[in-house]
Each structure stands twice: as C-alpha cells, then as structure tokens.
C-alpha cells in the first residue's frame, strides 16, 4: 500500500497518529518497501537522513519489541491478540465499509491495545 492510499485512509491514519514514525518516515519505509530509490521529493542530504533516521527508528522499534517479550509483556496471548488485529484492519483495507464501521474498528483496536499495554 503506497503512502497516499495510507493518508485517505481513516483507520491508518489513526494508527499513524499513534505510532513512534512519524509520516515523513512512514513515507521512506514504504517507498523502499516497493523498491522505490528516487528523492527527487527532497534534496539529496534530507532524504538520506530521513532514510538513516527510518532505519535507527525501526531497530529501535523491534529491540523494544524483543524487550517487551523478554520482560513478559509480550506474552503469547497478547502477540495473539495483536496478530488477529492486524488481520482485521488488514480486512478492512480491502474493503468498503462505512464511517460507522470505521469508528466502530477504531474504538476496538483502542480498546484492545490499551489493554494489552496495561502494566
């Protein structure tokens, strides 16, 4: 999914908002996901410093994840529950549904995650 499809898209969005990239970053990862190397949207200089940012920010991201698993709060249950979320919103971005359905997604992905993120 490009990054413009993910910026027209509430329930993203709503991640996005959430999340510890922030778009700019969300933009290069995705790029280079589809195999795209062009920086033609920035100098040269800001986009391989964003893209060197992007980088530090996902190791980051997954050391803190294997942290969280070693610490216990990432148990088995809780990966569960967070692997059937994102197959669910994964549904969701295949299909149409309405601002009713949308909000309704978003309240429980809320819901679940500040449950598993409780300590």
Same mark, same amino acid.
């Given at each position: 999914m490009g990054f413009d499809e993910?910026?027209?898209?509430?329930? +993203? =969005?709503? /991640?996005?908002?959430r999340s510890l990239i922030t778009p700019k970053q969300l933009d290069i990862i995705s790029k280079r996901l589809r195999g795209e190397r062009n920086v033609q949207e920035?100098?040269?200089?800001?986009?391989?410093r964003l893209l060197k940012q992007s980088r530090d920010k996902?190791?980051?991201l997954i050391y803190s994840f294997l942290? +969280? =698993?070693? /610490?216990?709060l990432l148990d088995e249950q809780r990966k569960a529950v967070l692997d059937r979320l994102s197959r669910q919103v994964a549904v969701t971005q295949s299909?149409?549904?309405?601002e009713y359905t949308t909000r309704d997604v978003i309240r429980v992905m809320d819901e679940l995650i500040r449950r598993i993120s409780k300590v």
């Open positions: 993910i910026k027209k898209n509430e329930i +993203l =969005q709503f /991640i996005i908002e920035r100098s040269r200089g800001a986009y391989y996902l190791a980051g942290l +969280l =698993q070693l /610490i216990g299909s149409d549904i309405d």
